[in-house]
């Protein structure tokens, strides 16, 4: 897995030079995919507003060449604008993660399902989305038996819906979107066994967008009107 995003490491080269994901093989993973810093995956030459720019010919060389694009999540690495571009050209991600963590838990990643819920938001495919954190995560991880529901298999599952929803949530960078459908568990069970149901405690968390909009001016893929809680202060 390579992390790549806010790196000098140019995403292709035409010669020998090290790029990322230039210079990565079938089965490896790039992750950070939607991130919007200055080594997004936008074919970009400086910092843009909306959605007119396109998915970098380097990147999509190595998608059809087996690399496989990960979203990671976290606390800094997901951009609506980023998101919806790729989503124009259909390069949805081959894997959805969370890259969960105490910057990213209360905030604006949350959880799988919140991660899921974007993916959603921006039109990818639900059968897509569902491979996306199960069948491709595990052939990644050489664990293709952990997807399988089948005798014998171990029984981790857990039950979707897809409900109606009402909310503006937000991006690593605190750009909101209005979210009507959101994705959410109704049962789990691991290794056969019935498991709780945890959601976020505060959901979206409004206190924690002044922090992430502080990111808004150093990130090249932006929206075109900075975040409604960076314009009031």
């Known amino acids: 897995?390579?992390?790549?995003?806010?790196?000098?490491?140019?995403?292709?080269?035409?010669?020998?030079?090290l790029s990322c994901p230039g210079s990565l093989r079938a089965g490896d993973v790039y992750t950070h995919c939607y991130h919007p810093y200055h080594s997004t995956v936008v074919d970009v030459a400086g910092p843009t507003h909306g959605s007119s720019g396109k998915i970098c010919a380097a990147v999509r060389e190595a998608r059809d060449r087996g690399v496989l694009m990960d979203i990671g999540h976290g606390q800094g690495s997901f951009s609506w604008t980023v998101a919806e571009i790729a989503a124009k050209e259909g390069f949805w991600p081959d894997v959805i993660?969370?890259?969960l963590h105490t910057g990213s838990m209360d905030g604006p990643a949350y959880d799988l399902v919140t991660c899921m819920t974007k993916m959603l938001h921006v039109g990818m495919p639900l059968v897509d989305i569902i491979t996306a954190v199960t069948a491709t995560p595990a052939r990644c991880l050489r664990r293709s038996e952990q997807h399988e529901l089948?005798?014998?298999?171990?029984?981790?599952?857990?039950v979707l819906r897809v409900a109606d929803w009402d909310?503006?949530?937000?991006?690593?960078?605190?750009?909101?979107?209005?979210?009507?459908?959101?994705?959410?568990?109704?049962?789990?069970?691991?290794?056969?066994?019935?498991?709780?149901?945890t959601l976020p405690e505060t959901f979206p968390n409004t206190e924690?967008?002044?922090?992430?909009?502080?990111?808004?001016?150093?990130?090249?893929?932006?929206?075109?009107?900075?975040?409604?809680?960076?314009?009031?202060?």
């Open 1 to 17: 897995m390579s992390h790549h995003s806010m790196s000098t490491v140019p995403l292709g080269s035409d010669g020998d030079e």
């Open 97 to 99: 993660s969370t890259d």
């Open 150 to 158: 089948r005798p014998g298999a171990e029984a981790d599952i857990t």
């Open 167 to 197: 909310v503006d949530l937000e991006d690593c960078q605190a750009q909101l979107r209005h979210v009507k459908k959101r994705i959410v568990p109704t049962a789990v069970w691991r290794e056969g066994v019935e498991a709780d149901i």
């Open 208 to 233: 924690r967008w002044p922090l992430l909009s502080k990111e808004w001016r150093k990130i090249f893929v932006k929206d075109h009107r900075p975040p409604a809680v960076l314009q009031a202060t």
